[in-house]
């Protein structure tokens, strides 16, 4: 982000500079892809309503249980007892916090109870022979009272632990089976259900006016029916009435309201769903179905008496849930605007395709039709991406003229001369033909064929400037010690080859290409027409512009220019041509 120090560095804007690929491959694909993704965000946007607004319903429940029952026989203090009762609401529903409500559907009794001194009941907990199994005032959260310490007969030879409590304490009893009131899968329930959406400003209910009240619920022929049979809602979910009536359980009643509130589409009706949410297999778990006690207290003869009841049955909770969605532009808005983002798919797709073709590991693949893939692959690759190498003081590259590669040498060279330095090699800049038309006029001129009066000429200037003795890391035979510092000297101690053989600077190309006076010169006054300067200076100048010419040509790329080093001969031939008065040259000084 650049620093707001101006007008003109805030009224900016910056886009992107893209490759455009002519494929006819990936032009499909980039369709194809686009395709889907229409097709996908459409399919979505219309099914799933993205472009309403949705809230969560608040509603409120109210039950109502219907049913009569007969029960025939009861368990009373341990001993089934027979008897012809009538069993109505008030009988078997309990009043319960939240959406629930309770149906009773088996029970057992324990009548006349007072507060008093009795045995526990026969357990294999209470069951004692003497006072010493005994404790006083011991208690657990098993038992039904506190212990005197005394060891009491029961009934015949039972003797238990004597325990202060509502006497006769309660029977551990299994609930009686078949459940006493398993006709409650008869009991009808109304749901009366009124929902509200306050973002919206909608409310409405279950039961709308009209409605036949009649009716009974069933999941095809009449789903909309507020009234449930307690049995049919058990048959939906798989289970039987009278098996869970006997220990009791908890059925879930979902109601769920999809309200679509837009104008056009209206329509918000509930849709009722049932679901078990107790631990079905009774088996299994350890404290199976659902039962609590109540007691009923009265007196008799001025005594405070109860009737303790320990209730088994079905608990039903109902879930309302649900949404009400309303046509809105904002949201439609943030919606295009998240799906705009899969149209990029088709990028990172094919992207990821010419990444992978690419690869080395493409190009090393043995298949012949791996070649037909990777080659134009690598050709993408080489326009999409442009590599950046971190500028690190350490970094330069070295080209000799007889590796067809340039080296990356990225270390200290620790006194160790520049020409045996390691590092990795890289491919050459593929010549541009294009800046062949930069090149100095001169050499468009027709070259002279060996032998030509002009080429010999060179070549015996060359012979007379050899020195005698090159350092001998030179292979060219032309370089010359460098005069810099003990410390900075490895990095000119370089040649123009790996291997014994012909200088680069005889070629006549140097000569032509990096030594042109007319051209150099030529160069500074059309950068700077009116420029005046000694000829210390100017040789300075035309110096720096040969070394450029020279990495131009050699290294072929711009970006390697400030990391390029020259070979020894081609600086200190240079330095001959372009002379600096004393000598005392400064050398490659990293940029960075
Ligand atoms: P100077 O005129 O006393 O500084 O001595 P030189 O002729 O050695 O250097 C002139 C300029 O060319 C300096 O800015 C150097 O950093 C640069 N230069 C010298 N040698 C090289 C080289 O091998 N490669 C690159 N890229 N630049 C160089
Ligand atoms: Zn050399
Ligand atoms: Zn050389």
Excluded at 169 to 196: C, H, M, Q, Y
Excluded at 208 to 234: A, E, M, V, W, Y
Excluded at 434 to 456: I, N, Q, Y
């Amino acid at each position: 982000m650049p620093a707001c120090c101006s007008w003109n560095d805030v009224c900016q804007y910056e886009t992107n500079k893209v490759t455009r690929i002519q494929s006819m491959n990936y032009g499909t694909l980039k369709w194809f892809l686009h395709v889907i993704v229409f097709f996908y965000v459409s399919f979505a946007l219309v099914t799933d309503k993205l472009y309403q607004r949705k809230e969560p319903v608040i509603s409120s429940v109210h039950t109502k249980v219907k049913g009569v029952a007969e029960v025939k026989e009861i368990v009373e203090n341990g001993v089934r007892k027979v008897v012809g009762g009538i069993f109505d609401t008030a009988d078997y529903t309990f009043p319960l916090q939240g959406n629930s409500f309770f149906v009773m559907t088996n029970f057992l009794k324990t009548e006349g109870q007072v507060q008093g001194l009795c045995p526990e009941y026969p357990t294999r907990r209470t069951l004692c022979s003497s006072d010493r199994n005994c404790r006083k005032g011991w208690m657990d959260p098993q038992s039904r009272g506190i212990q005197t310490g005394r060891c009491v007969v029961y009934r015949g030879s039972q003797k238990t632990c004597e325990v202060s409590a509502w006497c006769p304490t309660e029977a551990v009893e299994e609930a009686p089976r078949p459940a006493l009131l398993a006709s409650a899968e008869n009991f009808t329930v109304l749901i009366k259900n009124n929902i509200d959406f306050p973002g919206h400003k909608y409310n409405t209910r279950n039961i709308l006016p009209g409605l036949n009240i009649s009716c009974t619920f069933h999941k095809t022929q009449d789903p909309q029916c507020p009234i449930f049979r307690l049995g049919d809602i058990f048959r939906q979910t798989g289970d039987n009435f009278s098996d869970v009536a006997v220990q009791g359980g908890i059925m879930g009643i979902e109601i769920y309201w999809d309200c679509n509130l837009d104008r056009w589409f209206h329509h918000c009706r509930p849709r009722y769903s049932f679901r078990r949410l107790d631990d079905k297999n009774v088996n299994e778990s350890l404290y199976p179905g659902y039962n609590f006690r109540y007691a009923k207290y009265y007196k008799e003869n001025n005594v405070e008496k109860r009737t303790l009841i320990k209730v088994f049955g079905i608990r039903f909770d109902i879930l309302v849930f649900g949404t009400g969605g309303k046509f809105a532009l904002i949201q439609l808005i943030v919606y295009i605007g998240s799906s705009l983002s899969y149209f990029g798919l088709a990028t990172v797709f094919i992207d990821f395709l010419i990444n992978t073709y690419s690869s080395d590991c493409c190009r090393s693949c043995i298949y012949p039709c791996c070649s037909t893939y990777c080659k134009p692959n690598e050709y993408y690759y080489r326009k999409k991406y442009e590599s950046v190498v971190e500028p690190k003081r350490t970094l330069k590259y070295v080209s000799f003229v007889d590796e067809p590669h340039i080296l990356m040498v990225d270390m200290q060279l620790k006194g160790k001369s520049l020409q045996d330095a390691k590092g990795q090699e890289i491919p050459r800049p593929p010549l541009d033909f294009t800046d062949l038309s930069r090149l100095p006029v001169s050499f468009l001129d027709p070259f002279p064929s060996p032998g030509d009066a002009e080429e010999l000429q060179l070549l015996h200037k060359e012979a007379a400037a050899r020195p005698k003795e090159s350092p001998g890391w030179c292979q060219c035979g032309r370089c010359l010690p460098s005069r810099l510092s003990e410390s900075r000297r490895c990095l000119e101690e370089l040649c123009c080859r790996r291997k014994p053989g012909a200088c680069i600077t005889t070629s006549l190309l140097f000569d032509k290409v990096v030594l042109s006076k007319p051209t150099l010169q030529f160069l500074l006054r059309y950068q700077e027409p009116l420029l005046a300067l000694d000829e210390e200076a100017t040789n300075s100048r035309l110096r720096r512009y040969a070394y450029r010419y020279y990495i131009a040509w050699r290294f072929g790329s711009q970006d390697l220019a400030d990391f390029a080093i020259l070979p020894s001969c081609c600086r200190w031939r240079i330095r001959k041509a372009f002379p600096k008065s004393g000598a005392q040259y400064g050398g490659f000084r990293s940029p960075y």
